[in-house]
């Protein structure tokens, strides 16, 4: 297993994991070793999130996705540099990853995330159909630096009419016609 | 207010509104009338999901994004034309208005949808800042027609080991210290 300290474990641990230089052009080439394979693709993301801080290009959050073993897709998180408050680091590598897989199903694709994802990621990751979460820090420790969620966990958790954000219905009637004519043309 | 009862409600409100064509090149351009304004926003909505079904693009949901009474942009659900799991018509929207405006966020925006928002889509517009939703079909409309996020919502509400998904944490001493960094940089 390597030893990686510093923010350039990303870059050792391309070094030493990487068989197939050149696979998947863009992505992370890397076959784990056997043991410490988990801890392996974890300290990839771990080392997005040390990069991304270290050039100040977003907050601290890296996510890699692995498909039998191999990474398909990576990203730390980039809301500031894309101007897109959606590009969270699962969001932005469940993207790459669809786009490299040229599916939007990732069944059989395990995350491996640095911190626990945020509502609107894990979400995602449900509709991506991913198979399972690894997570480093927590949702309380994001919060320590300040990325607090629990304000969308609760409000998630409110019925409309008790949530701070105003929801307003208007024209069901005219709307429910596109659902019956989308189960007609099944 | 226009008449608008079938697939060409789209074309047709825009016939009606656009008083400054090309003003916003790829999205709406669209005045509202004082009365019905916001049913007028609604429309183009529900037109973004019936003209999305009608061309077997996707799913029948739509939104516009809407600031200072103008339609900065809009969007029908693209998971199947983008492979891409997050492109549901709340989020495809938002990434939209923020590149249209240059910013991560949307405060001062409202968003009008066609269905009310699935959980991710809900996070996003939290995270994006949007003042206030206008929806019409609702949940249950979308669980009845084959989209059910009710499963989502209640995954969100479970504890991590109840959940049906699988949670591991992994190296959370190695992650905390991109956590600290973030502070000391602040």
């Known amino acids: 297993m390597c030893e990686c300290a510093d923010a350039l474990r990303l870059k050792k641990l391309n070094m030493c994991n990487n068989k197939n230089p050149g696979k998947l052009p863009g992505f992370f080439n890397f076959e784990p070793m056997e043991n410490g394979m ?15 801080i270290e050039q100040r290009l977003g907050g601290p959050f890296g996510a890699v996705i692995v498909k039998d073993g191999e990474v398909v897709a990576s990203s730390a998180n980039k ?13 932005s590598a469940i ?18 995330t640095s911190c626990e994802p945020c509502p609107t990621c894990l979400g995602a990751i449900y509709w991506a159909h ?17 990325f607090d969620d ?13 949530r701070k954000l105003p929801f ?19």
């Open 130 to 146: 991913i198979d399972k979460i690894y997570y480093a820090n927590t949702k309380a420790d994001a919060a320590d630096i300040g």
């Open 95 to 112: 993207r790459l990853a669809c786009k490299a897989l040229g599916t939007y199903n990732l069944s059989g694709c395990d995350i491996y």
């Open 150 to 162: 629990h304000f969308i966990y609760d409000e998630m958790a409110c019925s409309m009419d008790e």
């Open 168 to 186: 307003v219905q208007l024209l069901r009637d005219e709307a429910l016609p596109a659902f019956k004519r989308w189960q007609e043309i099944g």
């Open 38 to 52: 988990h801890e392996n693709f974890m300290r990839m993301a771990i080392a997005l999130a040390e990069s991304n």
């Open 79 to 91: 809301v500031v540099p894309e101007n897109d408050p959606t590009a969270h680091a699962e969001i």
